[in-house]
Nanobody, 111 residues
Framework: QVKLVESGGGLVQPGGSLRLSCLTL????????MAWFRRAPGLGREFVAG???????IYGASVKGRFTISGDNVESTVYLQMRSLQPNDTALYYC?????WGQGVQVNVSS
């Protein structure tokens, strides 16, 4: 059974950075199958980052230019590097693999 384990969330001041990690357990890691979504308080799920069919990274409009998705095949981990964080980036962040969701990791951006 596939399990995704996120980590790296926390509280950061506006303008700060965080790096989220998502470890894949129970399945062969495939970076191109991974994606990140988020859910802000009172809002629906929002696509954050993933990969297009040709393997190029793609980003949601609100994070493009600030967030970077990457991965480590040896560590079976996908990362989300987040920079220039703003209060409206506050959300529960999830990694996803082929319909399987992690438990989510909270990111709070506040002064």
């Amino acid at each position: 059974q596939v399990k995704l384990v996120e980590s790296g969330g926390g509280l950061v001041q506006p303008g700060g950075s965080l790096r989220l990690s998502c470890l894949t357990l129970g399945a062969t890691f495939n970076l191109k199958a991974m994606a990140w979504f988020r859910r802000a308080p009172g809002l629906g799920r929002e696509f954050v980052a993933g990969f297009s069919p040709d393997g190029s990274p793609i980003y949601g409009a609100s994070v493009k230019g600030r967030f970077t998705i990457s991965g480590d095949n040896v560590e079976s981990t996908v990362y989300l590097q987040m920079r220039s964080l703003q209060p409206n980036d506050t959300a529960l962040y999830y990694c996803i693999r082929a319909g399987t969701w992690g438990q989510g990791v909270q990111v709070n951006v506040s002064s």
